[in-house]
T-cell receptor, first 112, second 117 residues
Framework: DVKVTQSSRYLVKRTGEKVFLECVQD?????MFWYRQDPGLGLRLIYF???????EKGDIPEGYSVSREKKERFSLILESASTNQTSMYLC???????????FGDGTRLSIL | QKEVEQNSGPLSVPEGAIASLNCTYS??????FFWYRQYSGKSPELIMS????GDKEDGRFTAQLNKASQYVSLLIRDSQPSDSATYLC?????????????????FGQGTILTVHP
């Protein structure tokens, strides 16, 4: 079975902090994705990566950056956390081509 | 803007009935389609993939794809209270001529299904 592991299920941080969310997959997937999900807004793509050190902006990249130094690990960074970044963050991965994405359990992040 | 639209719901069906979830998409060249189930507070879980026109059955689930009409549906037979969840339709566009989708999916907003005893 595909395993996508996010480092924290719940996280509480303060405004202005630099926040790191980690995601690791064990299936040698080329593609990795970061989403946020808010009530009424559905899944929104923040960033994705299709290879090591390669990244592309998604629909809402402002205030975020990413890092992919190894194929299995994709990190989402909130440069200076703000309260409007309180959300559920979901990591997903997939093989190249028309394969489905597999999601981690999510991190519920609260910025106070 | 490529769009995926799902029937707005919420959808409520009695236990044992057939639940029908529908999805239409705007990008005519889309080639792969997925249904995810998401329980409240949990992450989306893949339940069906479909790539060709017609029906694909997996247990109580049947996915139906009609590319000419640009719709994909999910039928849940003998619905159970444990099927109560939000169902997300996702579409993978097929970018040709040197482009690639990099596996990006366009998700619908989801349909909330409640199965009552």
């Amino acid at each position: 079975d595909v395993k996508v592991t996010q480092s924290s299920r719940y996280l509480v941080k303060r405004t202005g902090e630099k926040v790191f969310l980690e995601c690791v997959q064990d299936m040698d997937h080329e593609n990795m994705f970061w989403y946020r999900q808010d009530p009424g807004l559905g899944l929104r793509l923040i960033y994705f990566s299709y290879d090591v050190k390669m990244k592309e902006k998604g629909d809402i990249p402002e205030g975020y950056s990413v890092s992919r130094e190894k194929k299995e690990r994709f990190s989402l960074i909130l440069e200076s956390a703000s309260t409007n970044q309180t959300s559920m963050y979901l990591c997903a991965s997939s093989f190249l081509g028309d394969q489905p994405q597999h999601f981690g359990d999510g991190t519920r992040l609260s910025i106070l | 803007q490529k769009e995926v639209e799902q029937n707005s719901g919420p959808l409520s069906v009695p236990e044992g009935a057939i639940a029908s979830l529908n999805c239409t998409y705007s990008d005519r060249v889309s080639q792969s389609f997925f249904w995810y189930r998401q329980y409240s507070g949990k992450s989306p879980e893949l339940i069906m993939s479909i790539y060709s026109n017609g029906d694909k059955e997996d247990g109580r689930f049947t996915a139906q794809l009609n590319k000419a009409s640009q719709y994909v549906s999910l039928l849940i037979r003998d619905s159970q209270p444990s099927d109560s969840a939000t169902y997300l339709c996702a579409v993978n566009p097929d970018l040709n001529a040197g482009g690639t989708s990099y596996g990006k999916l366009t998700f619908g907003q989801g349909t909330i299904l409640t199965v009552h005893p």
